[in-house]
């Protein structure tokens, strides 16, 4: 029920209805086809395999066939077959994320390796494989029955924020401004020193408050975009601004005046509720208003726990689902969807948002310059837009102020916008 009504309903916008009943199926005078093991009469079939109709996990073994420019799994043979694999199963078995139940495979921060994904190792993590499948299914039953009328989706780009550190010197406290000054004078960095002085001494803008040109831009393309801003305690992997601070909380509530924000949940809250829900309180107090939308930092997720603690404080749309390594559909499809809890077979109300592209992916993974970047964000703007799907982009202040390691991607990040809206 839960993949028919993402094809169909969703993808297709279609108003569809079962029966088990061989004779109510024969007796019915419209549009129909059948799903099942075998064959029923001579309207257009689907070979089912066992996925959908099994009530636990457990390894996966499945052919794959190739499809219309794509590599399917659960491939079925025989004659008289509507499609040369079961999409239902297979459009679960992406969307559900099933091999992240299954493989045990981790990097350094815990995360499931990109790398070891299906959709990798068969060159299709850069397609949304569950957008084209249901396109095709829709295109197909449209031929048999002209009288079908789906609907004209439209394409979608949502531009997201992670604010890890809004600013590089400014607001820091003492101990944390004398540390890094001694950490320059360590390195024997002379620039660093000279522009972190310039900056504490107001002289020059800080390096990572790019929030003019995020508006700017914003005010030019109409953007909606969201915000995401880390709340944690510092750590060594959470070093933003302490929430304390009266301009931290002064740039949070200037954020909430222009678009939608998020908590970003530390790298120390990792399947700490208590911690999780200390972070969200921290947000609600400075914007007064509940928080409802999530993006792990360090995209650190562990399926189901992480959003299994979402649920439980409330939140009700997440960001984080995509890859940290590689750019494309981690989920296999560029739309929201429902989060399909495996471990308790359930639906949830929790909206999952997948990201296609993230800045520090194209930089420190797939180590590509601004322009390379920029090649690999038309591709894949180019593949949402065949399905007219939705593409999120991930990006940071730190970026967009476009200093240091970050040179030239202001510019990316503009000519990226101009694409999408031309």
Known sequence: ?????????????????????????????????????????????????????????????????????TVAPYAVYGNGHFLPFDVFAASFFLVSRYEE?????????????????????????????VNIWAKALGERLKSIYPEIVTIEKRFTFVPTYDIDAAWAFKHKGVYRTVGGFCKDLAAGD???????????????????????????????????????????????????????????QSLIKHLGDYADVGIHPSFSSYLDIQKLHTEIDRLSEVLHRPITKSRQHFL??????????????????????GFASQAGFRAGIADTFRFYDLENDMVTNLNVHPFALMDGTMRDYLNL????????????????KAVNGTFIYLTHNETLGGEQRWVGWPEMYRQLLEYVYQ
């Open 1 to 69: 029920m839960y993949v028919f009504q993402l094809l169909f309903g969703q993808q297709l916008g279609l108003d569809y209805d079962f029966t088990t009943d061989a004779a109510q199926f024969e007796a019915y005078d419209g549009p129909k086809f059948h799903y099942g093991m075998q064959r029923v009469g001579s309207e257009p079939f689907v070979k089912a395999v066992d996925l959908l109709f099994e009530r636990h996990i457990h390894e996966q073994s499945f052919r794959t066939v190739g499809f219309e420019d």
């Open 101 to 129: 139940y299954l493989s045990q495979v981790r990097d350094h921060y815990g995360r499931f390796c990109a790398e070891f994904s299906w959709m990798f190792e068969n060159g299709m993590l850069q397609k949304p494989l």
């Open 190 to 248: 002379r620039n660093r020193i000279r522009e972190r002085h310039q900056v504490l001494r107001g002289k020059r803008k800080d390096p990572f408050d790019s929030f003019d040109f995020q508006f700017d831009l914003q005010k030019r393309f109409k953007l909606k975009p969201i915000y995401f801003v880390l709340c944690g305690d510092y750590d060594n992997n959470d070093k933003n601004i302490s929430i304390r601070k009266t301009a931290f």
């Open 300 to 321: 650190r997720m562990n399926l189901p726990r992480s959003y299994q603690k979402l649920i439980e404080l409330d939140i009700s749309d997440d960001y984080t689902m």
């Open 369 to 384: 310059d601004a322009e390379a970047s920029f090649a690999l964000a038309k591709h894949l703007v180019d593949e949402v």
